[in-house]
């Protein structure tokens, strides 16, 4: 009999072999890569003598439709109920209302973390000489930062307001025709992303964790999120990791901590990548760098993603591809987000043979040249598949 995934007292999860996991389709391409996703994550459990109940709960376009909310309350207490979730692209609504499901949602269920892992699989076309150097896991932080969604438009009377009063108890001059936005970075939200990002770093045996900041020029913000950030590692990890200043850069068996300019992160990504580890960063630039590292080893098609909250053990795992419109329902595009975020799920409930399972096959599909259209583009001798004969084709591997 199925069961929800139920958290224990001590913040780790409970899962049966048969979980209640709800799903949402996602829209445009998501009626592809949902049911290629699907059916490589059933193959895999099964493997291993366990079944998945699915439970489909409705957001964006389909949830419109059927309800005229773009984001049902009754989803996200579905999600909440059952901890761990998965779903598919949505669309960001045109227009007032919410600015960003996907944001929403993180911030509805505090789902702290934005986890990336980047990797490259062998035969995956690169624009790097050396794409099997890229090996990275990103902790971007979910809920502050310009993410927080504090803004307010030019020429309205509370931005007006604000810059009246700013200029009144501040001196600070600013253009009267601006559009306004807060970015709050807070002790609490830096502290619990880098101390995922640790623990993380910790029980993997990774080599270090970098944070990735701005704060030469935003002091009190990205600057505290650095300051915060080495503190937790000395306060809290103090046997397990140090700081490179403290070390003289050689960490012996602990975790090596550092920090690094964003600006200069974005060249020593491209040029030195076996330099890099784990990262922990800001909403904002976590955002840009999870997709700048994904255009090393493959593109955004086939980047994996989870929102995590790491002390509740809640969970929502995804495709980090937009909806791609124009190709849905043509049975044609990459799952390999969706899916690879599907392993990713399985690792966070303690699945990992299957999780490694789908990983091994996955390379080995992509090895053998077996591709969607979007490789089959850039690479030569290969055998051109749809994204149901790709997931086909894993299956087959596994």
Request: aromatic content about 8%.
């Amino acid at each position: 009999m199925a069961d929800r995934i139920t958290m224990t007292a001590e913040g780790g999860l409970t899962v049966s072999d048969e979980p209640i996991i709800p799903f949402i389709e996602g829209d445009g391409t998501g009626v592809d890569i949902w049911p290629a996703t699907r059916m490589v994550l059933d193959a895999a459990a099964v493997r291993h003598g366990r079944r998945i109940e699915w439970l489909e709960v409705l957001a964006g376009e389909k949830a419109y439709r059927e309800t005229g909310e773009w984001l049902p309350q009754s989803t996200v207490d579905t999600l909440a109920s059952h901890v761990i979730g998965i779903k598919g692209p949505l669309t960001t609504p045109v227009g007032g209302g919410i600015r960003s499901l996907n944001v929403a949602l993180r911030q509805m269920m505090d789902l702290y973390v934005c986890l990336r892992p980047v990797r490259w699989f062998p035969g995956v076309p690169s624009p790097l000489r050396h794409p099997e150097r890229v090996d990275m896991v990103i902790f971007r932080e979910n809920t502050e930062d310009v993410y927080a969604g504090f803004e307010l438009e030019q020429g309205s009377r509370e931005a007006s307001r604000l810059i009246e009063y700013l200029h009144d108890s501040f001196g600070w001059s600013i253009r009267p025709d601006s559009g306004m936005g807060i970015k709050p970075v807070s002790v609490t939200g830096s502290k619990r992303l880098v101390r995922a990002a640790l623990d993380y770093a910790v029980k993997r045996k990774r080599r270090s964790v970098t944070l990735v900041h701005k704060g030469n020029i935003m002091k009190y913000t990205e600057g505290a999120f650095r300051h915060w950030g080495y503190r937790v590692a000395a306060e809290e990890f103090p046997e397990r990791a140090v700081a490179w200043e403290d070390c003289g850069d050689q960490p012996g068996d602990r975790v090596l901590v550092k920090d690094v300019i964003a600006d200069i992160c974005f060249q020593q990504v491209l040029t030195r990548p076996d330099e890099f580890d784990v990262i922990a960063t800001t909403n904002l630039n976590g955002d840009y760098l999870s997709d700048a590292l994904a255009a090393q080893v493959g593109g955004i098609g086939i980047a994996p993603g989870g929102n995590v909250n790491y002390v509740t053990g809640h969970g929502i795992f995804e495709a980090t591809h937009g909806t791609a419109p124009r190709y849905a329902g043509q049975d044609k595009v990459n799952p390999g987000s969706l899916l690879l975020s599907g392993a990713m799920m399985f690792e966070h409930i303690g699945w990992q043979d299957a999780a490694d399972d789908i990983v091994r096959a996955l390379a080995a599909t992509i090895a053998d040249r077996v591709v969607t259209y979007d490789f089959a583009r850039q690479m030569d001798g290969v055998r051109k598949v749809s994204t149901s004969a790709f997931a086909q084709a894993i299956v087959d591997r596994l």
